[in-house]
C-alpha cells in the first residue's frame, strides 16, 4: 500500500471518529452525531444464521429498501420509523418511542469514502472503526473485533458496551462496518439496557442475515 493511501485511512478514521463519537444511537430522535450499533451475540466471520425458533414477538418482519445507500434488510414491521435530518442516516427503526431511550433499536448510516475499500484494505480500514468504537463513552469492549462479510460487503464486526450519555445507563452494541466501494455501511443494533441485548440478539441476528447490497 502506497504511503499516501496509508495516510488517507489515518486522517479518515480520524475525520470519522469525530463524526460519529459523543451520541448514544437512540438520541437519534434528538438528531444526535453519527452511528454506533450491531448485531449478534455470535462473533461472525460470516452472515450469521437466522435464530427465529428463540425470537422475541415482534411481527413479521418488511423489507427496507435503500436505494441510494445500496443495500437491502428486512425488520420488525411493528416497530417505529423515526425520521433524522442527517442525511447519513439511512434506516432507523425503534422497538419504542425513541424519546423513552429504551428497548432495542437499529440504524444504518452510510458514509462516503473517498477511495474504495475491499477485502484487501480491511486491515487498514480497522484503524479507524477501532478508533470510533473507542470514542463510546466508558466503552468496555466484549469480543474482539472479527472480519465478517455480510450481503456481500466485507468489514468489521464488534460487540461493546457503553454508558449512555442521556439516560446514564449501560447500553449495548452490536455494530458492523461495512464496505461497498466508496461507501461505509455502519449497521449498529443497540439495546438500553444493555441486559435487554440478550433478549434481541436472536432478531438482531435475523436482520443482519437479511442484509443485501444492491
Given amino acids: 500500500m502506497s504511503a499516501t493511501k496509508g495516510n488517507w485511512y489515518a486522517m479518515a478514521g480520524l475525520a470519522l471518529v469525530t463524526a460519529v463519537a459523543g451520541g448514544t444511537f437512540l438520541s437519534i430522535g434528538r438528531d444526535s452525531p453519527k452511528p454506533k450499533l450491531a448485531a449478534s451475540t455470535q462473533t461472525p466471520t460470516q452472515t450469521p444464521t437466522p435464530t427465529s425458533a428463540s425470537t422475541p414477538p415482534t411481527g413479521d418482519l418488511v423489507e427496507f429498501?435503500?436505494?441510494k445507500a445500496g443495500f437491502t434488510l428486512r425488520y420488525p414491521g411493528a416497530w417505529t420509523r423515526p425520521t433524522s435530518r442527517d442525511p447519513e442516516v439511512a434506516f432507523i427503526?425503534?422497538?419504542?418511542?425513541?424519546?423513552?431511550?429504551?428497548?432495542?433499536?437499529i440504524l444504518v448510516r452510510a458514509t462516503a469514502l473517498p477511495s474504495e475499500i475491499g477485502k484487501a484494505q480491511l486491515a487498514e480500514a480497522r484503524k479507524a472503526t477501532d478508533e470510533i468504537v473507542a470514542a463510546a463513552p466508558g466503552v468496555e469492549v466484549k469480543a474482539q473485533p472479527a472480519e465478517t462479510e455480510l450481503g456481500g460487503m466485507p468489514g468489521w464486526y464488534y460487540l461493546y458496551t457503553f454508558k449512555d450519555p442521556v439516560s446514564g445507563q449501560r447500553s449495548a452494541h452490536s455494530h458492523y462496518f461495512l464496505f461497498k466501494g466508496r461507501t461505509m455501511l455502519s449497521v449498529v443494533f443497540q439495546t438500553v439496557?444493555?441486559?435487554?441485548?440478550?433478549?434481541?440478539?436472536?432478531?438482531?441476528?435475523?436482520v443482519a442475515s437479511s442484509l443485501r447490497a444492491l
Avoid at 427503526?93 to 433499536?105: C, I, L, T, Y
Avoid at 439496557?193 to 435475523?206: K, N, S, T, V
Fill in 93 to 105: 427503526a425503534a422497538e419504542q418511542d425513541p424519546a423513552r431511550n429504551q428497548g432495542g433499536s
Fill in 193 to 206: 439496557p444493555q441486559d435487554d441485548f440478550g433478549r434481541l440478539a436472536p432478531l438482531f441476528d435475523r
Fill in 65 to 67: 429498501r435503500g436505494d
